[in-house]
């Protein structure tokens, strides 16, 4: 296994998605940069997700996937907003308001991945949903609603449109043909609310766990743990799900290094923007291929994207990076383990009665 951790696999034009995602991300961004409304960036920086959908889809099919994918984006993020004002609005403390966002981004998990393997959009699982309502939730100052929710919308709707840019191309077009109406067996249904139930057991457990460490050992986003913790629930076997833990890991490990370089450097927010750009493109080139290397990029990207919202000291979120990902991948790992120990465990009882 630890072999397969490093091994790259073989490519199949992902520059192609990774540059829609790129310019996905860049021109959103870089406009909010020359508008002076970097308060807003982290509603392009989601509704941007819409583009990372239907990577290798003909034209049409690609852009219903994109759209159903977008507007379940667009509600997380409303619901996110909508979630960051319920702490001031009904008077609860810094304390009650985590554990009641935690409550929320673990209910978000479940229904969120269950919406996603109701709709077949690929990449599985929920993550990306997670991570978008968690970061937005936890902003302290959140810009007027409506804005916020017109800078997701536009960029949402310029993702949709760079993915089917290229059908301008004669070279690039594909057939304009309807996807076939989705029609789910009882076993794909019974599966999606397993899933479900594993990803709402992951991001609770993990948010908990995170939460009460970190108000004890004073570190903090704790939603880092729950996207962590249900990266390994992603995979056809159990051993692919544990590599993915462990290579979310090691992988933060090095994006951190990455990170803590870029730093030095002091950038401007025109170059900051221009670093995420690049970092998207470097984790849809090797997200599919390799996972380890995917997040070699995706841990610069997050964090990028976290200072520039809400400026913070960076040794500090170094520090809760890795450790939030430490306790998510740990908690994601064991939940990954825990029915195949269930069933050892009940074959050995039911061994030791027939015994008897």
């Keep these: 296994m630890f072999a397969e951790m490093f091994t790259i696999g073989p490519g199949n034009k992902d520059h192609h998605p990774a540059l829609r995602c790129a310019v996905g991300v860049f021109v959103p961004l870089i406009t909010l940069v020359l508008l002076g409304r970097l308060d807003l960036a982290i509603f392009a920086s989601f509704g941007a997700f819409t583009g990372i959908y239907g990577r290798g889809e003909p034209h049409a ?65 929920s ?123 090691i992988g933060t490990v090095l994006g951190l290094l990455v990170l803590a370089a870029v730093l030095l450097i002091g950038l401007q927010p025109w170059q900051t923007v221009l670093v995420m750009a690049l970092c998207q493109f470097g984790a849809e080139m090797f997200i599919i291929r390799q996972y380890l290397l995917a997040q070699v990029f995706v841990t610069p990207l997050a964090l990028v994207s976290t200072l520039l919202v809400v400026p913070a000291s960076p040794s500090i979120l170094l520090r809760d990076r890795i450790i939030e990902t430490v306790i998510g991948a740990a908690v994601g790992i064991a939940v990954v383990l825990a029915p195949g120990a269930w069933r050892r465990v009940q074959s050995r009882r039911d061994q030791v009665t027939t015994a008897a």
């Design 61 to 125: 099919v690609r852009f219903v996937l994109q759209l159903r994918a977008g507007l379940l984006m667009l509600l997380v993020i409303f619901l996110a907003a909508l979630a960051a004002r319920m702490g001031p609005a009904w008077g609860l403390d810094a304390a009650a308001h985590t554990w009641l966002l935690v409550l929320a981004t673990t209910l978000v998990a479940g229904a969120c991945s269950v919406a996603i393997s109701w709709l077949r959009l690929r990449p599985a699982g």
């Design 127 to 249: 993550l990306f949903h997670i991570f978008a309502f968690a970061a937005i939730a936890s902003i302290p100052n959140q810009p007027p609603l409506w804005q916020g929710m017109l800078v997701a919308v536009l960029t949402s709707v310029f993702a949709l449109l760079v993915g089917f840019s290229s059908r301008i191309l004669p070279s690039h077009r594909t057939p304009w043909a309807r996807p076939p109406r989705i029609r789910r067996t009882a076993a794909e249904k019974r599966a999606a609310w397993l899933e479900g139930f594993g990803y709402l057991v992951a991001a609770g457990l993990a948010g908990s766990l995170a939460t009460w460490a970190g108000g004890r050992l004073g570190f903090g986003h704790n939603y880092w743990a729950m996207v962590a913790a249900v990266v390994p629930l992603v995979g056809h076997t159990t051993r692919h799900r544990v590599r993915r833990g462990i290579q979310r890991i």
